[in-house]
């Protein structure tokens, strides 16, 4: 469809629900503007939320998981993490037979990991998606985001944390910020997520009331982008046979430090 036509189907649309060619969406329209007594429960429940109710979410993301090939693994700590990661590293070789590299977010949980260290033994780099610490000679932006793009590319594992994930639908909920590039989940074959067990929540409804009314969200606003995960990528859009990998990693884990 050509400009012109484009937007003027985008404006009948408009017109249809009342809308000016001027409107744009923002955060209110997404969720309520009031704080209702429903939202209100809902954010007392998680607030109040007991070491045994916690189980229970882990437990129904654990079972949500199977289905849809998602890998949950439960952790006791950091360092637990950080040797899963070395024995992934370890167990499975890129997809396409080039040497081993690492891509990761900057983020204060993938940094207390020191996954540097831990796989320096088997000589893996580390590549972290901060602009300030790239390794491009030429440090225009333009560079040093060409050269980010490189190493997303040329990794085929990649480490993220993760805001949030829902138990309901086994889903990892992502907001892009400086440092933790969308890409790192999409690009590599395998994607790591590494959350801490009080970052999981029950639902969709638990989502909003977070991102309307926590304290934290309120200081930060909407970011760019927000994505949600829900295994790794499939389709069966062929003779209706189901291939994962398609549009993005063929594996994902779940490491969960519920220590």
């Known amino acids: 469809m050509d400009n012109p036509g484009q937007q003027v189907f985008i404006n009948r649309i408009r017109a249809a629900l009342g809308h000016r060619s001027t409107d744009r969406p923002g955060s209110n329209d997404l969720c309520a503007g009031k704080l209702t007594?429903?939202?209100?429960?809902?954010?007392?429940?998680?607030?109040?939320r007991s070491a045994a109710h916690r189980q229970q979410l882990l437990?129904?993301?654990?079972?949500?998981a199977q289905p849809i090939n998602l890998n949950v693994i439960v952790l006791s700590d950091e360092k637990s993490a950080a040797a899963a990661i070395a024995d992934l590293v370890q167990t499975k070789d890129p997809e396409w037979g080039d040497p081993k590299s690492i891509v990761a977010w900057k983020h204060?949980?993938?940094k207390d990991l020191n996954l540097g260290e831990v796989l320096a033994p088997q000589k893996v780099p580390v590549y972290i998606t901060e602009l300030g610490d790239s390794e491009a000679g030429d440090k225009s932006e333009?560079?040093?985001?060409?050269?980010?793009?490189?190493r997303v590319i040329g990794a085929y594992i990649g480490i993220t944390s993760a805001d949030f994930c829902m138990a309901d639908t086994a889903s990892l909920v992502m907001r892009t910020r400086p440092g933790q590039a969308r890409s790192v989940s999409l690009v590599p074959s395998i994607h790591v997520a590494v959350i801490y067990l009080d970052q999981?929540?029950?639902d969709l409804k638990e989502l909003y009331a977070l991102l309307?009314?926590?304290?934290k969200a309120q200081a930060e606003g909407l970011t760019n982008c927000m994505t949600y995960i829900s295994g790794p990528s499939k389709t069966a859009d062929v003779e209706a046979t189901m291939v994962h990998g398609a549009h993005g990693p063929r594996e994902v884990y779940v490491y969960v430090i519920a220590g």
């Open 200 to 202: 999981i929540i029950l």
């Open 37 to 48: 007594d429903e939202t209100g429960a809902i954010l007392d429940r998680i607030k109040n």
């Open 142 to 150: 333009e560079s040093v985001r060409a050269h980010i793009r490189k």
């Open 212 to 215: 309307q009314w926590d304290s």
């Open 59 to 64: 437990d129904r993301l654990i079972k949500m």
């Open 108 to 110: 204060p949980l993938i």
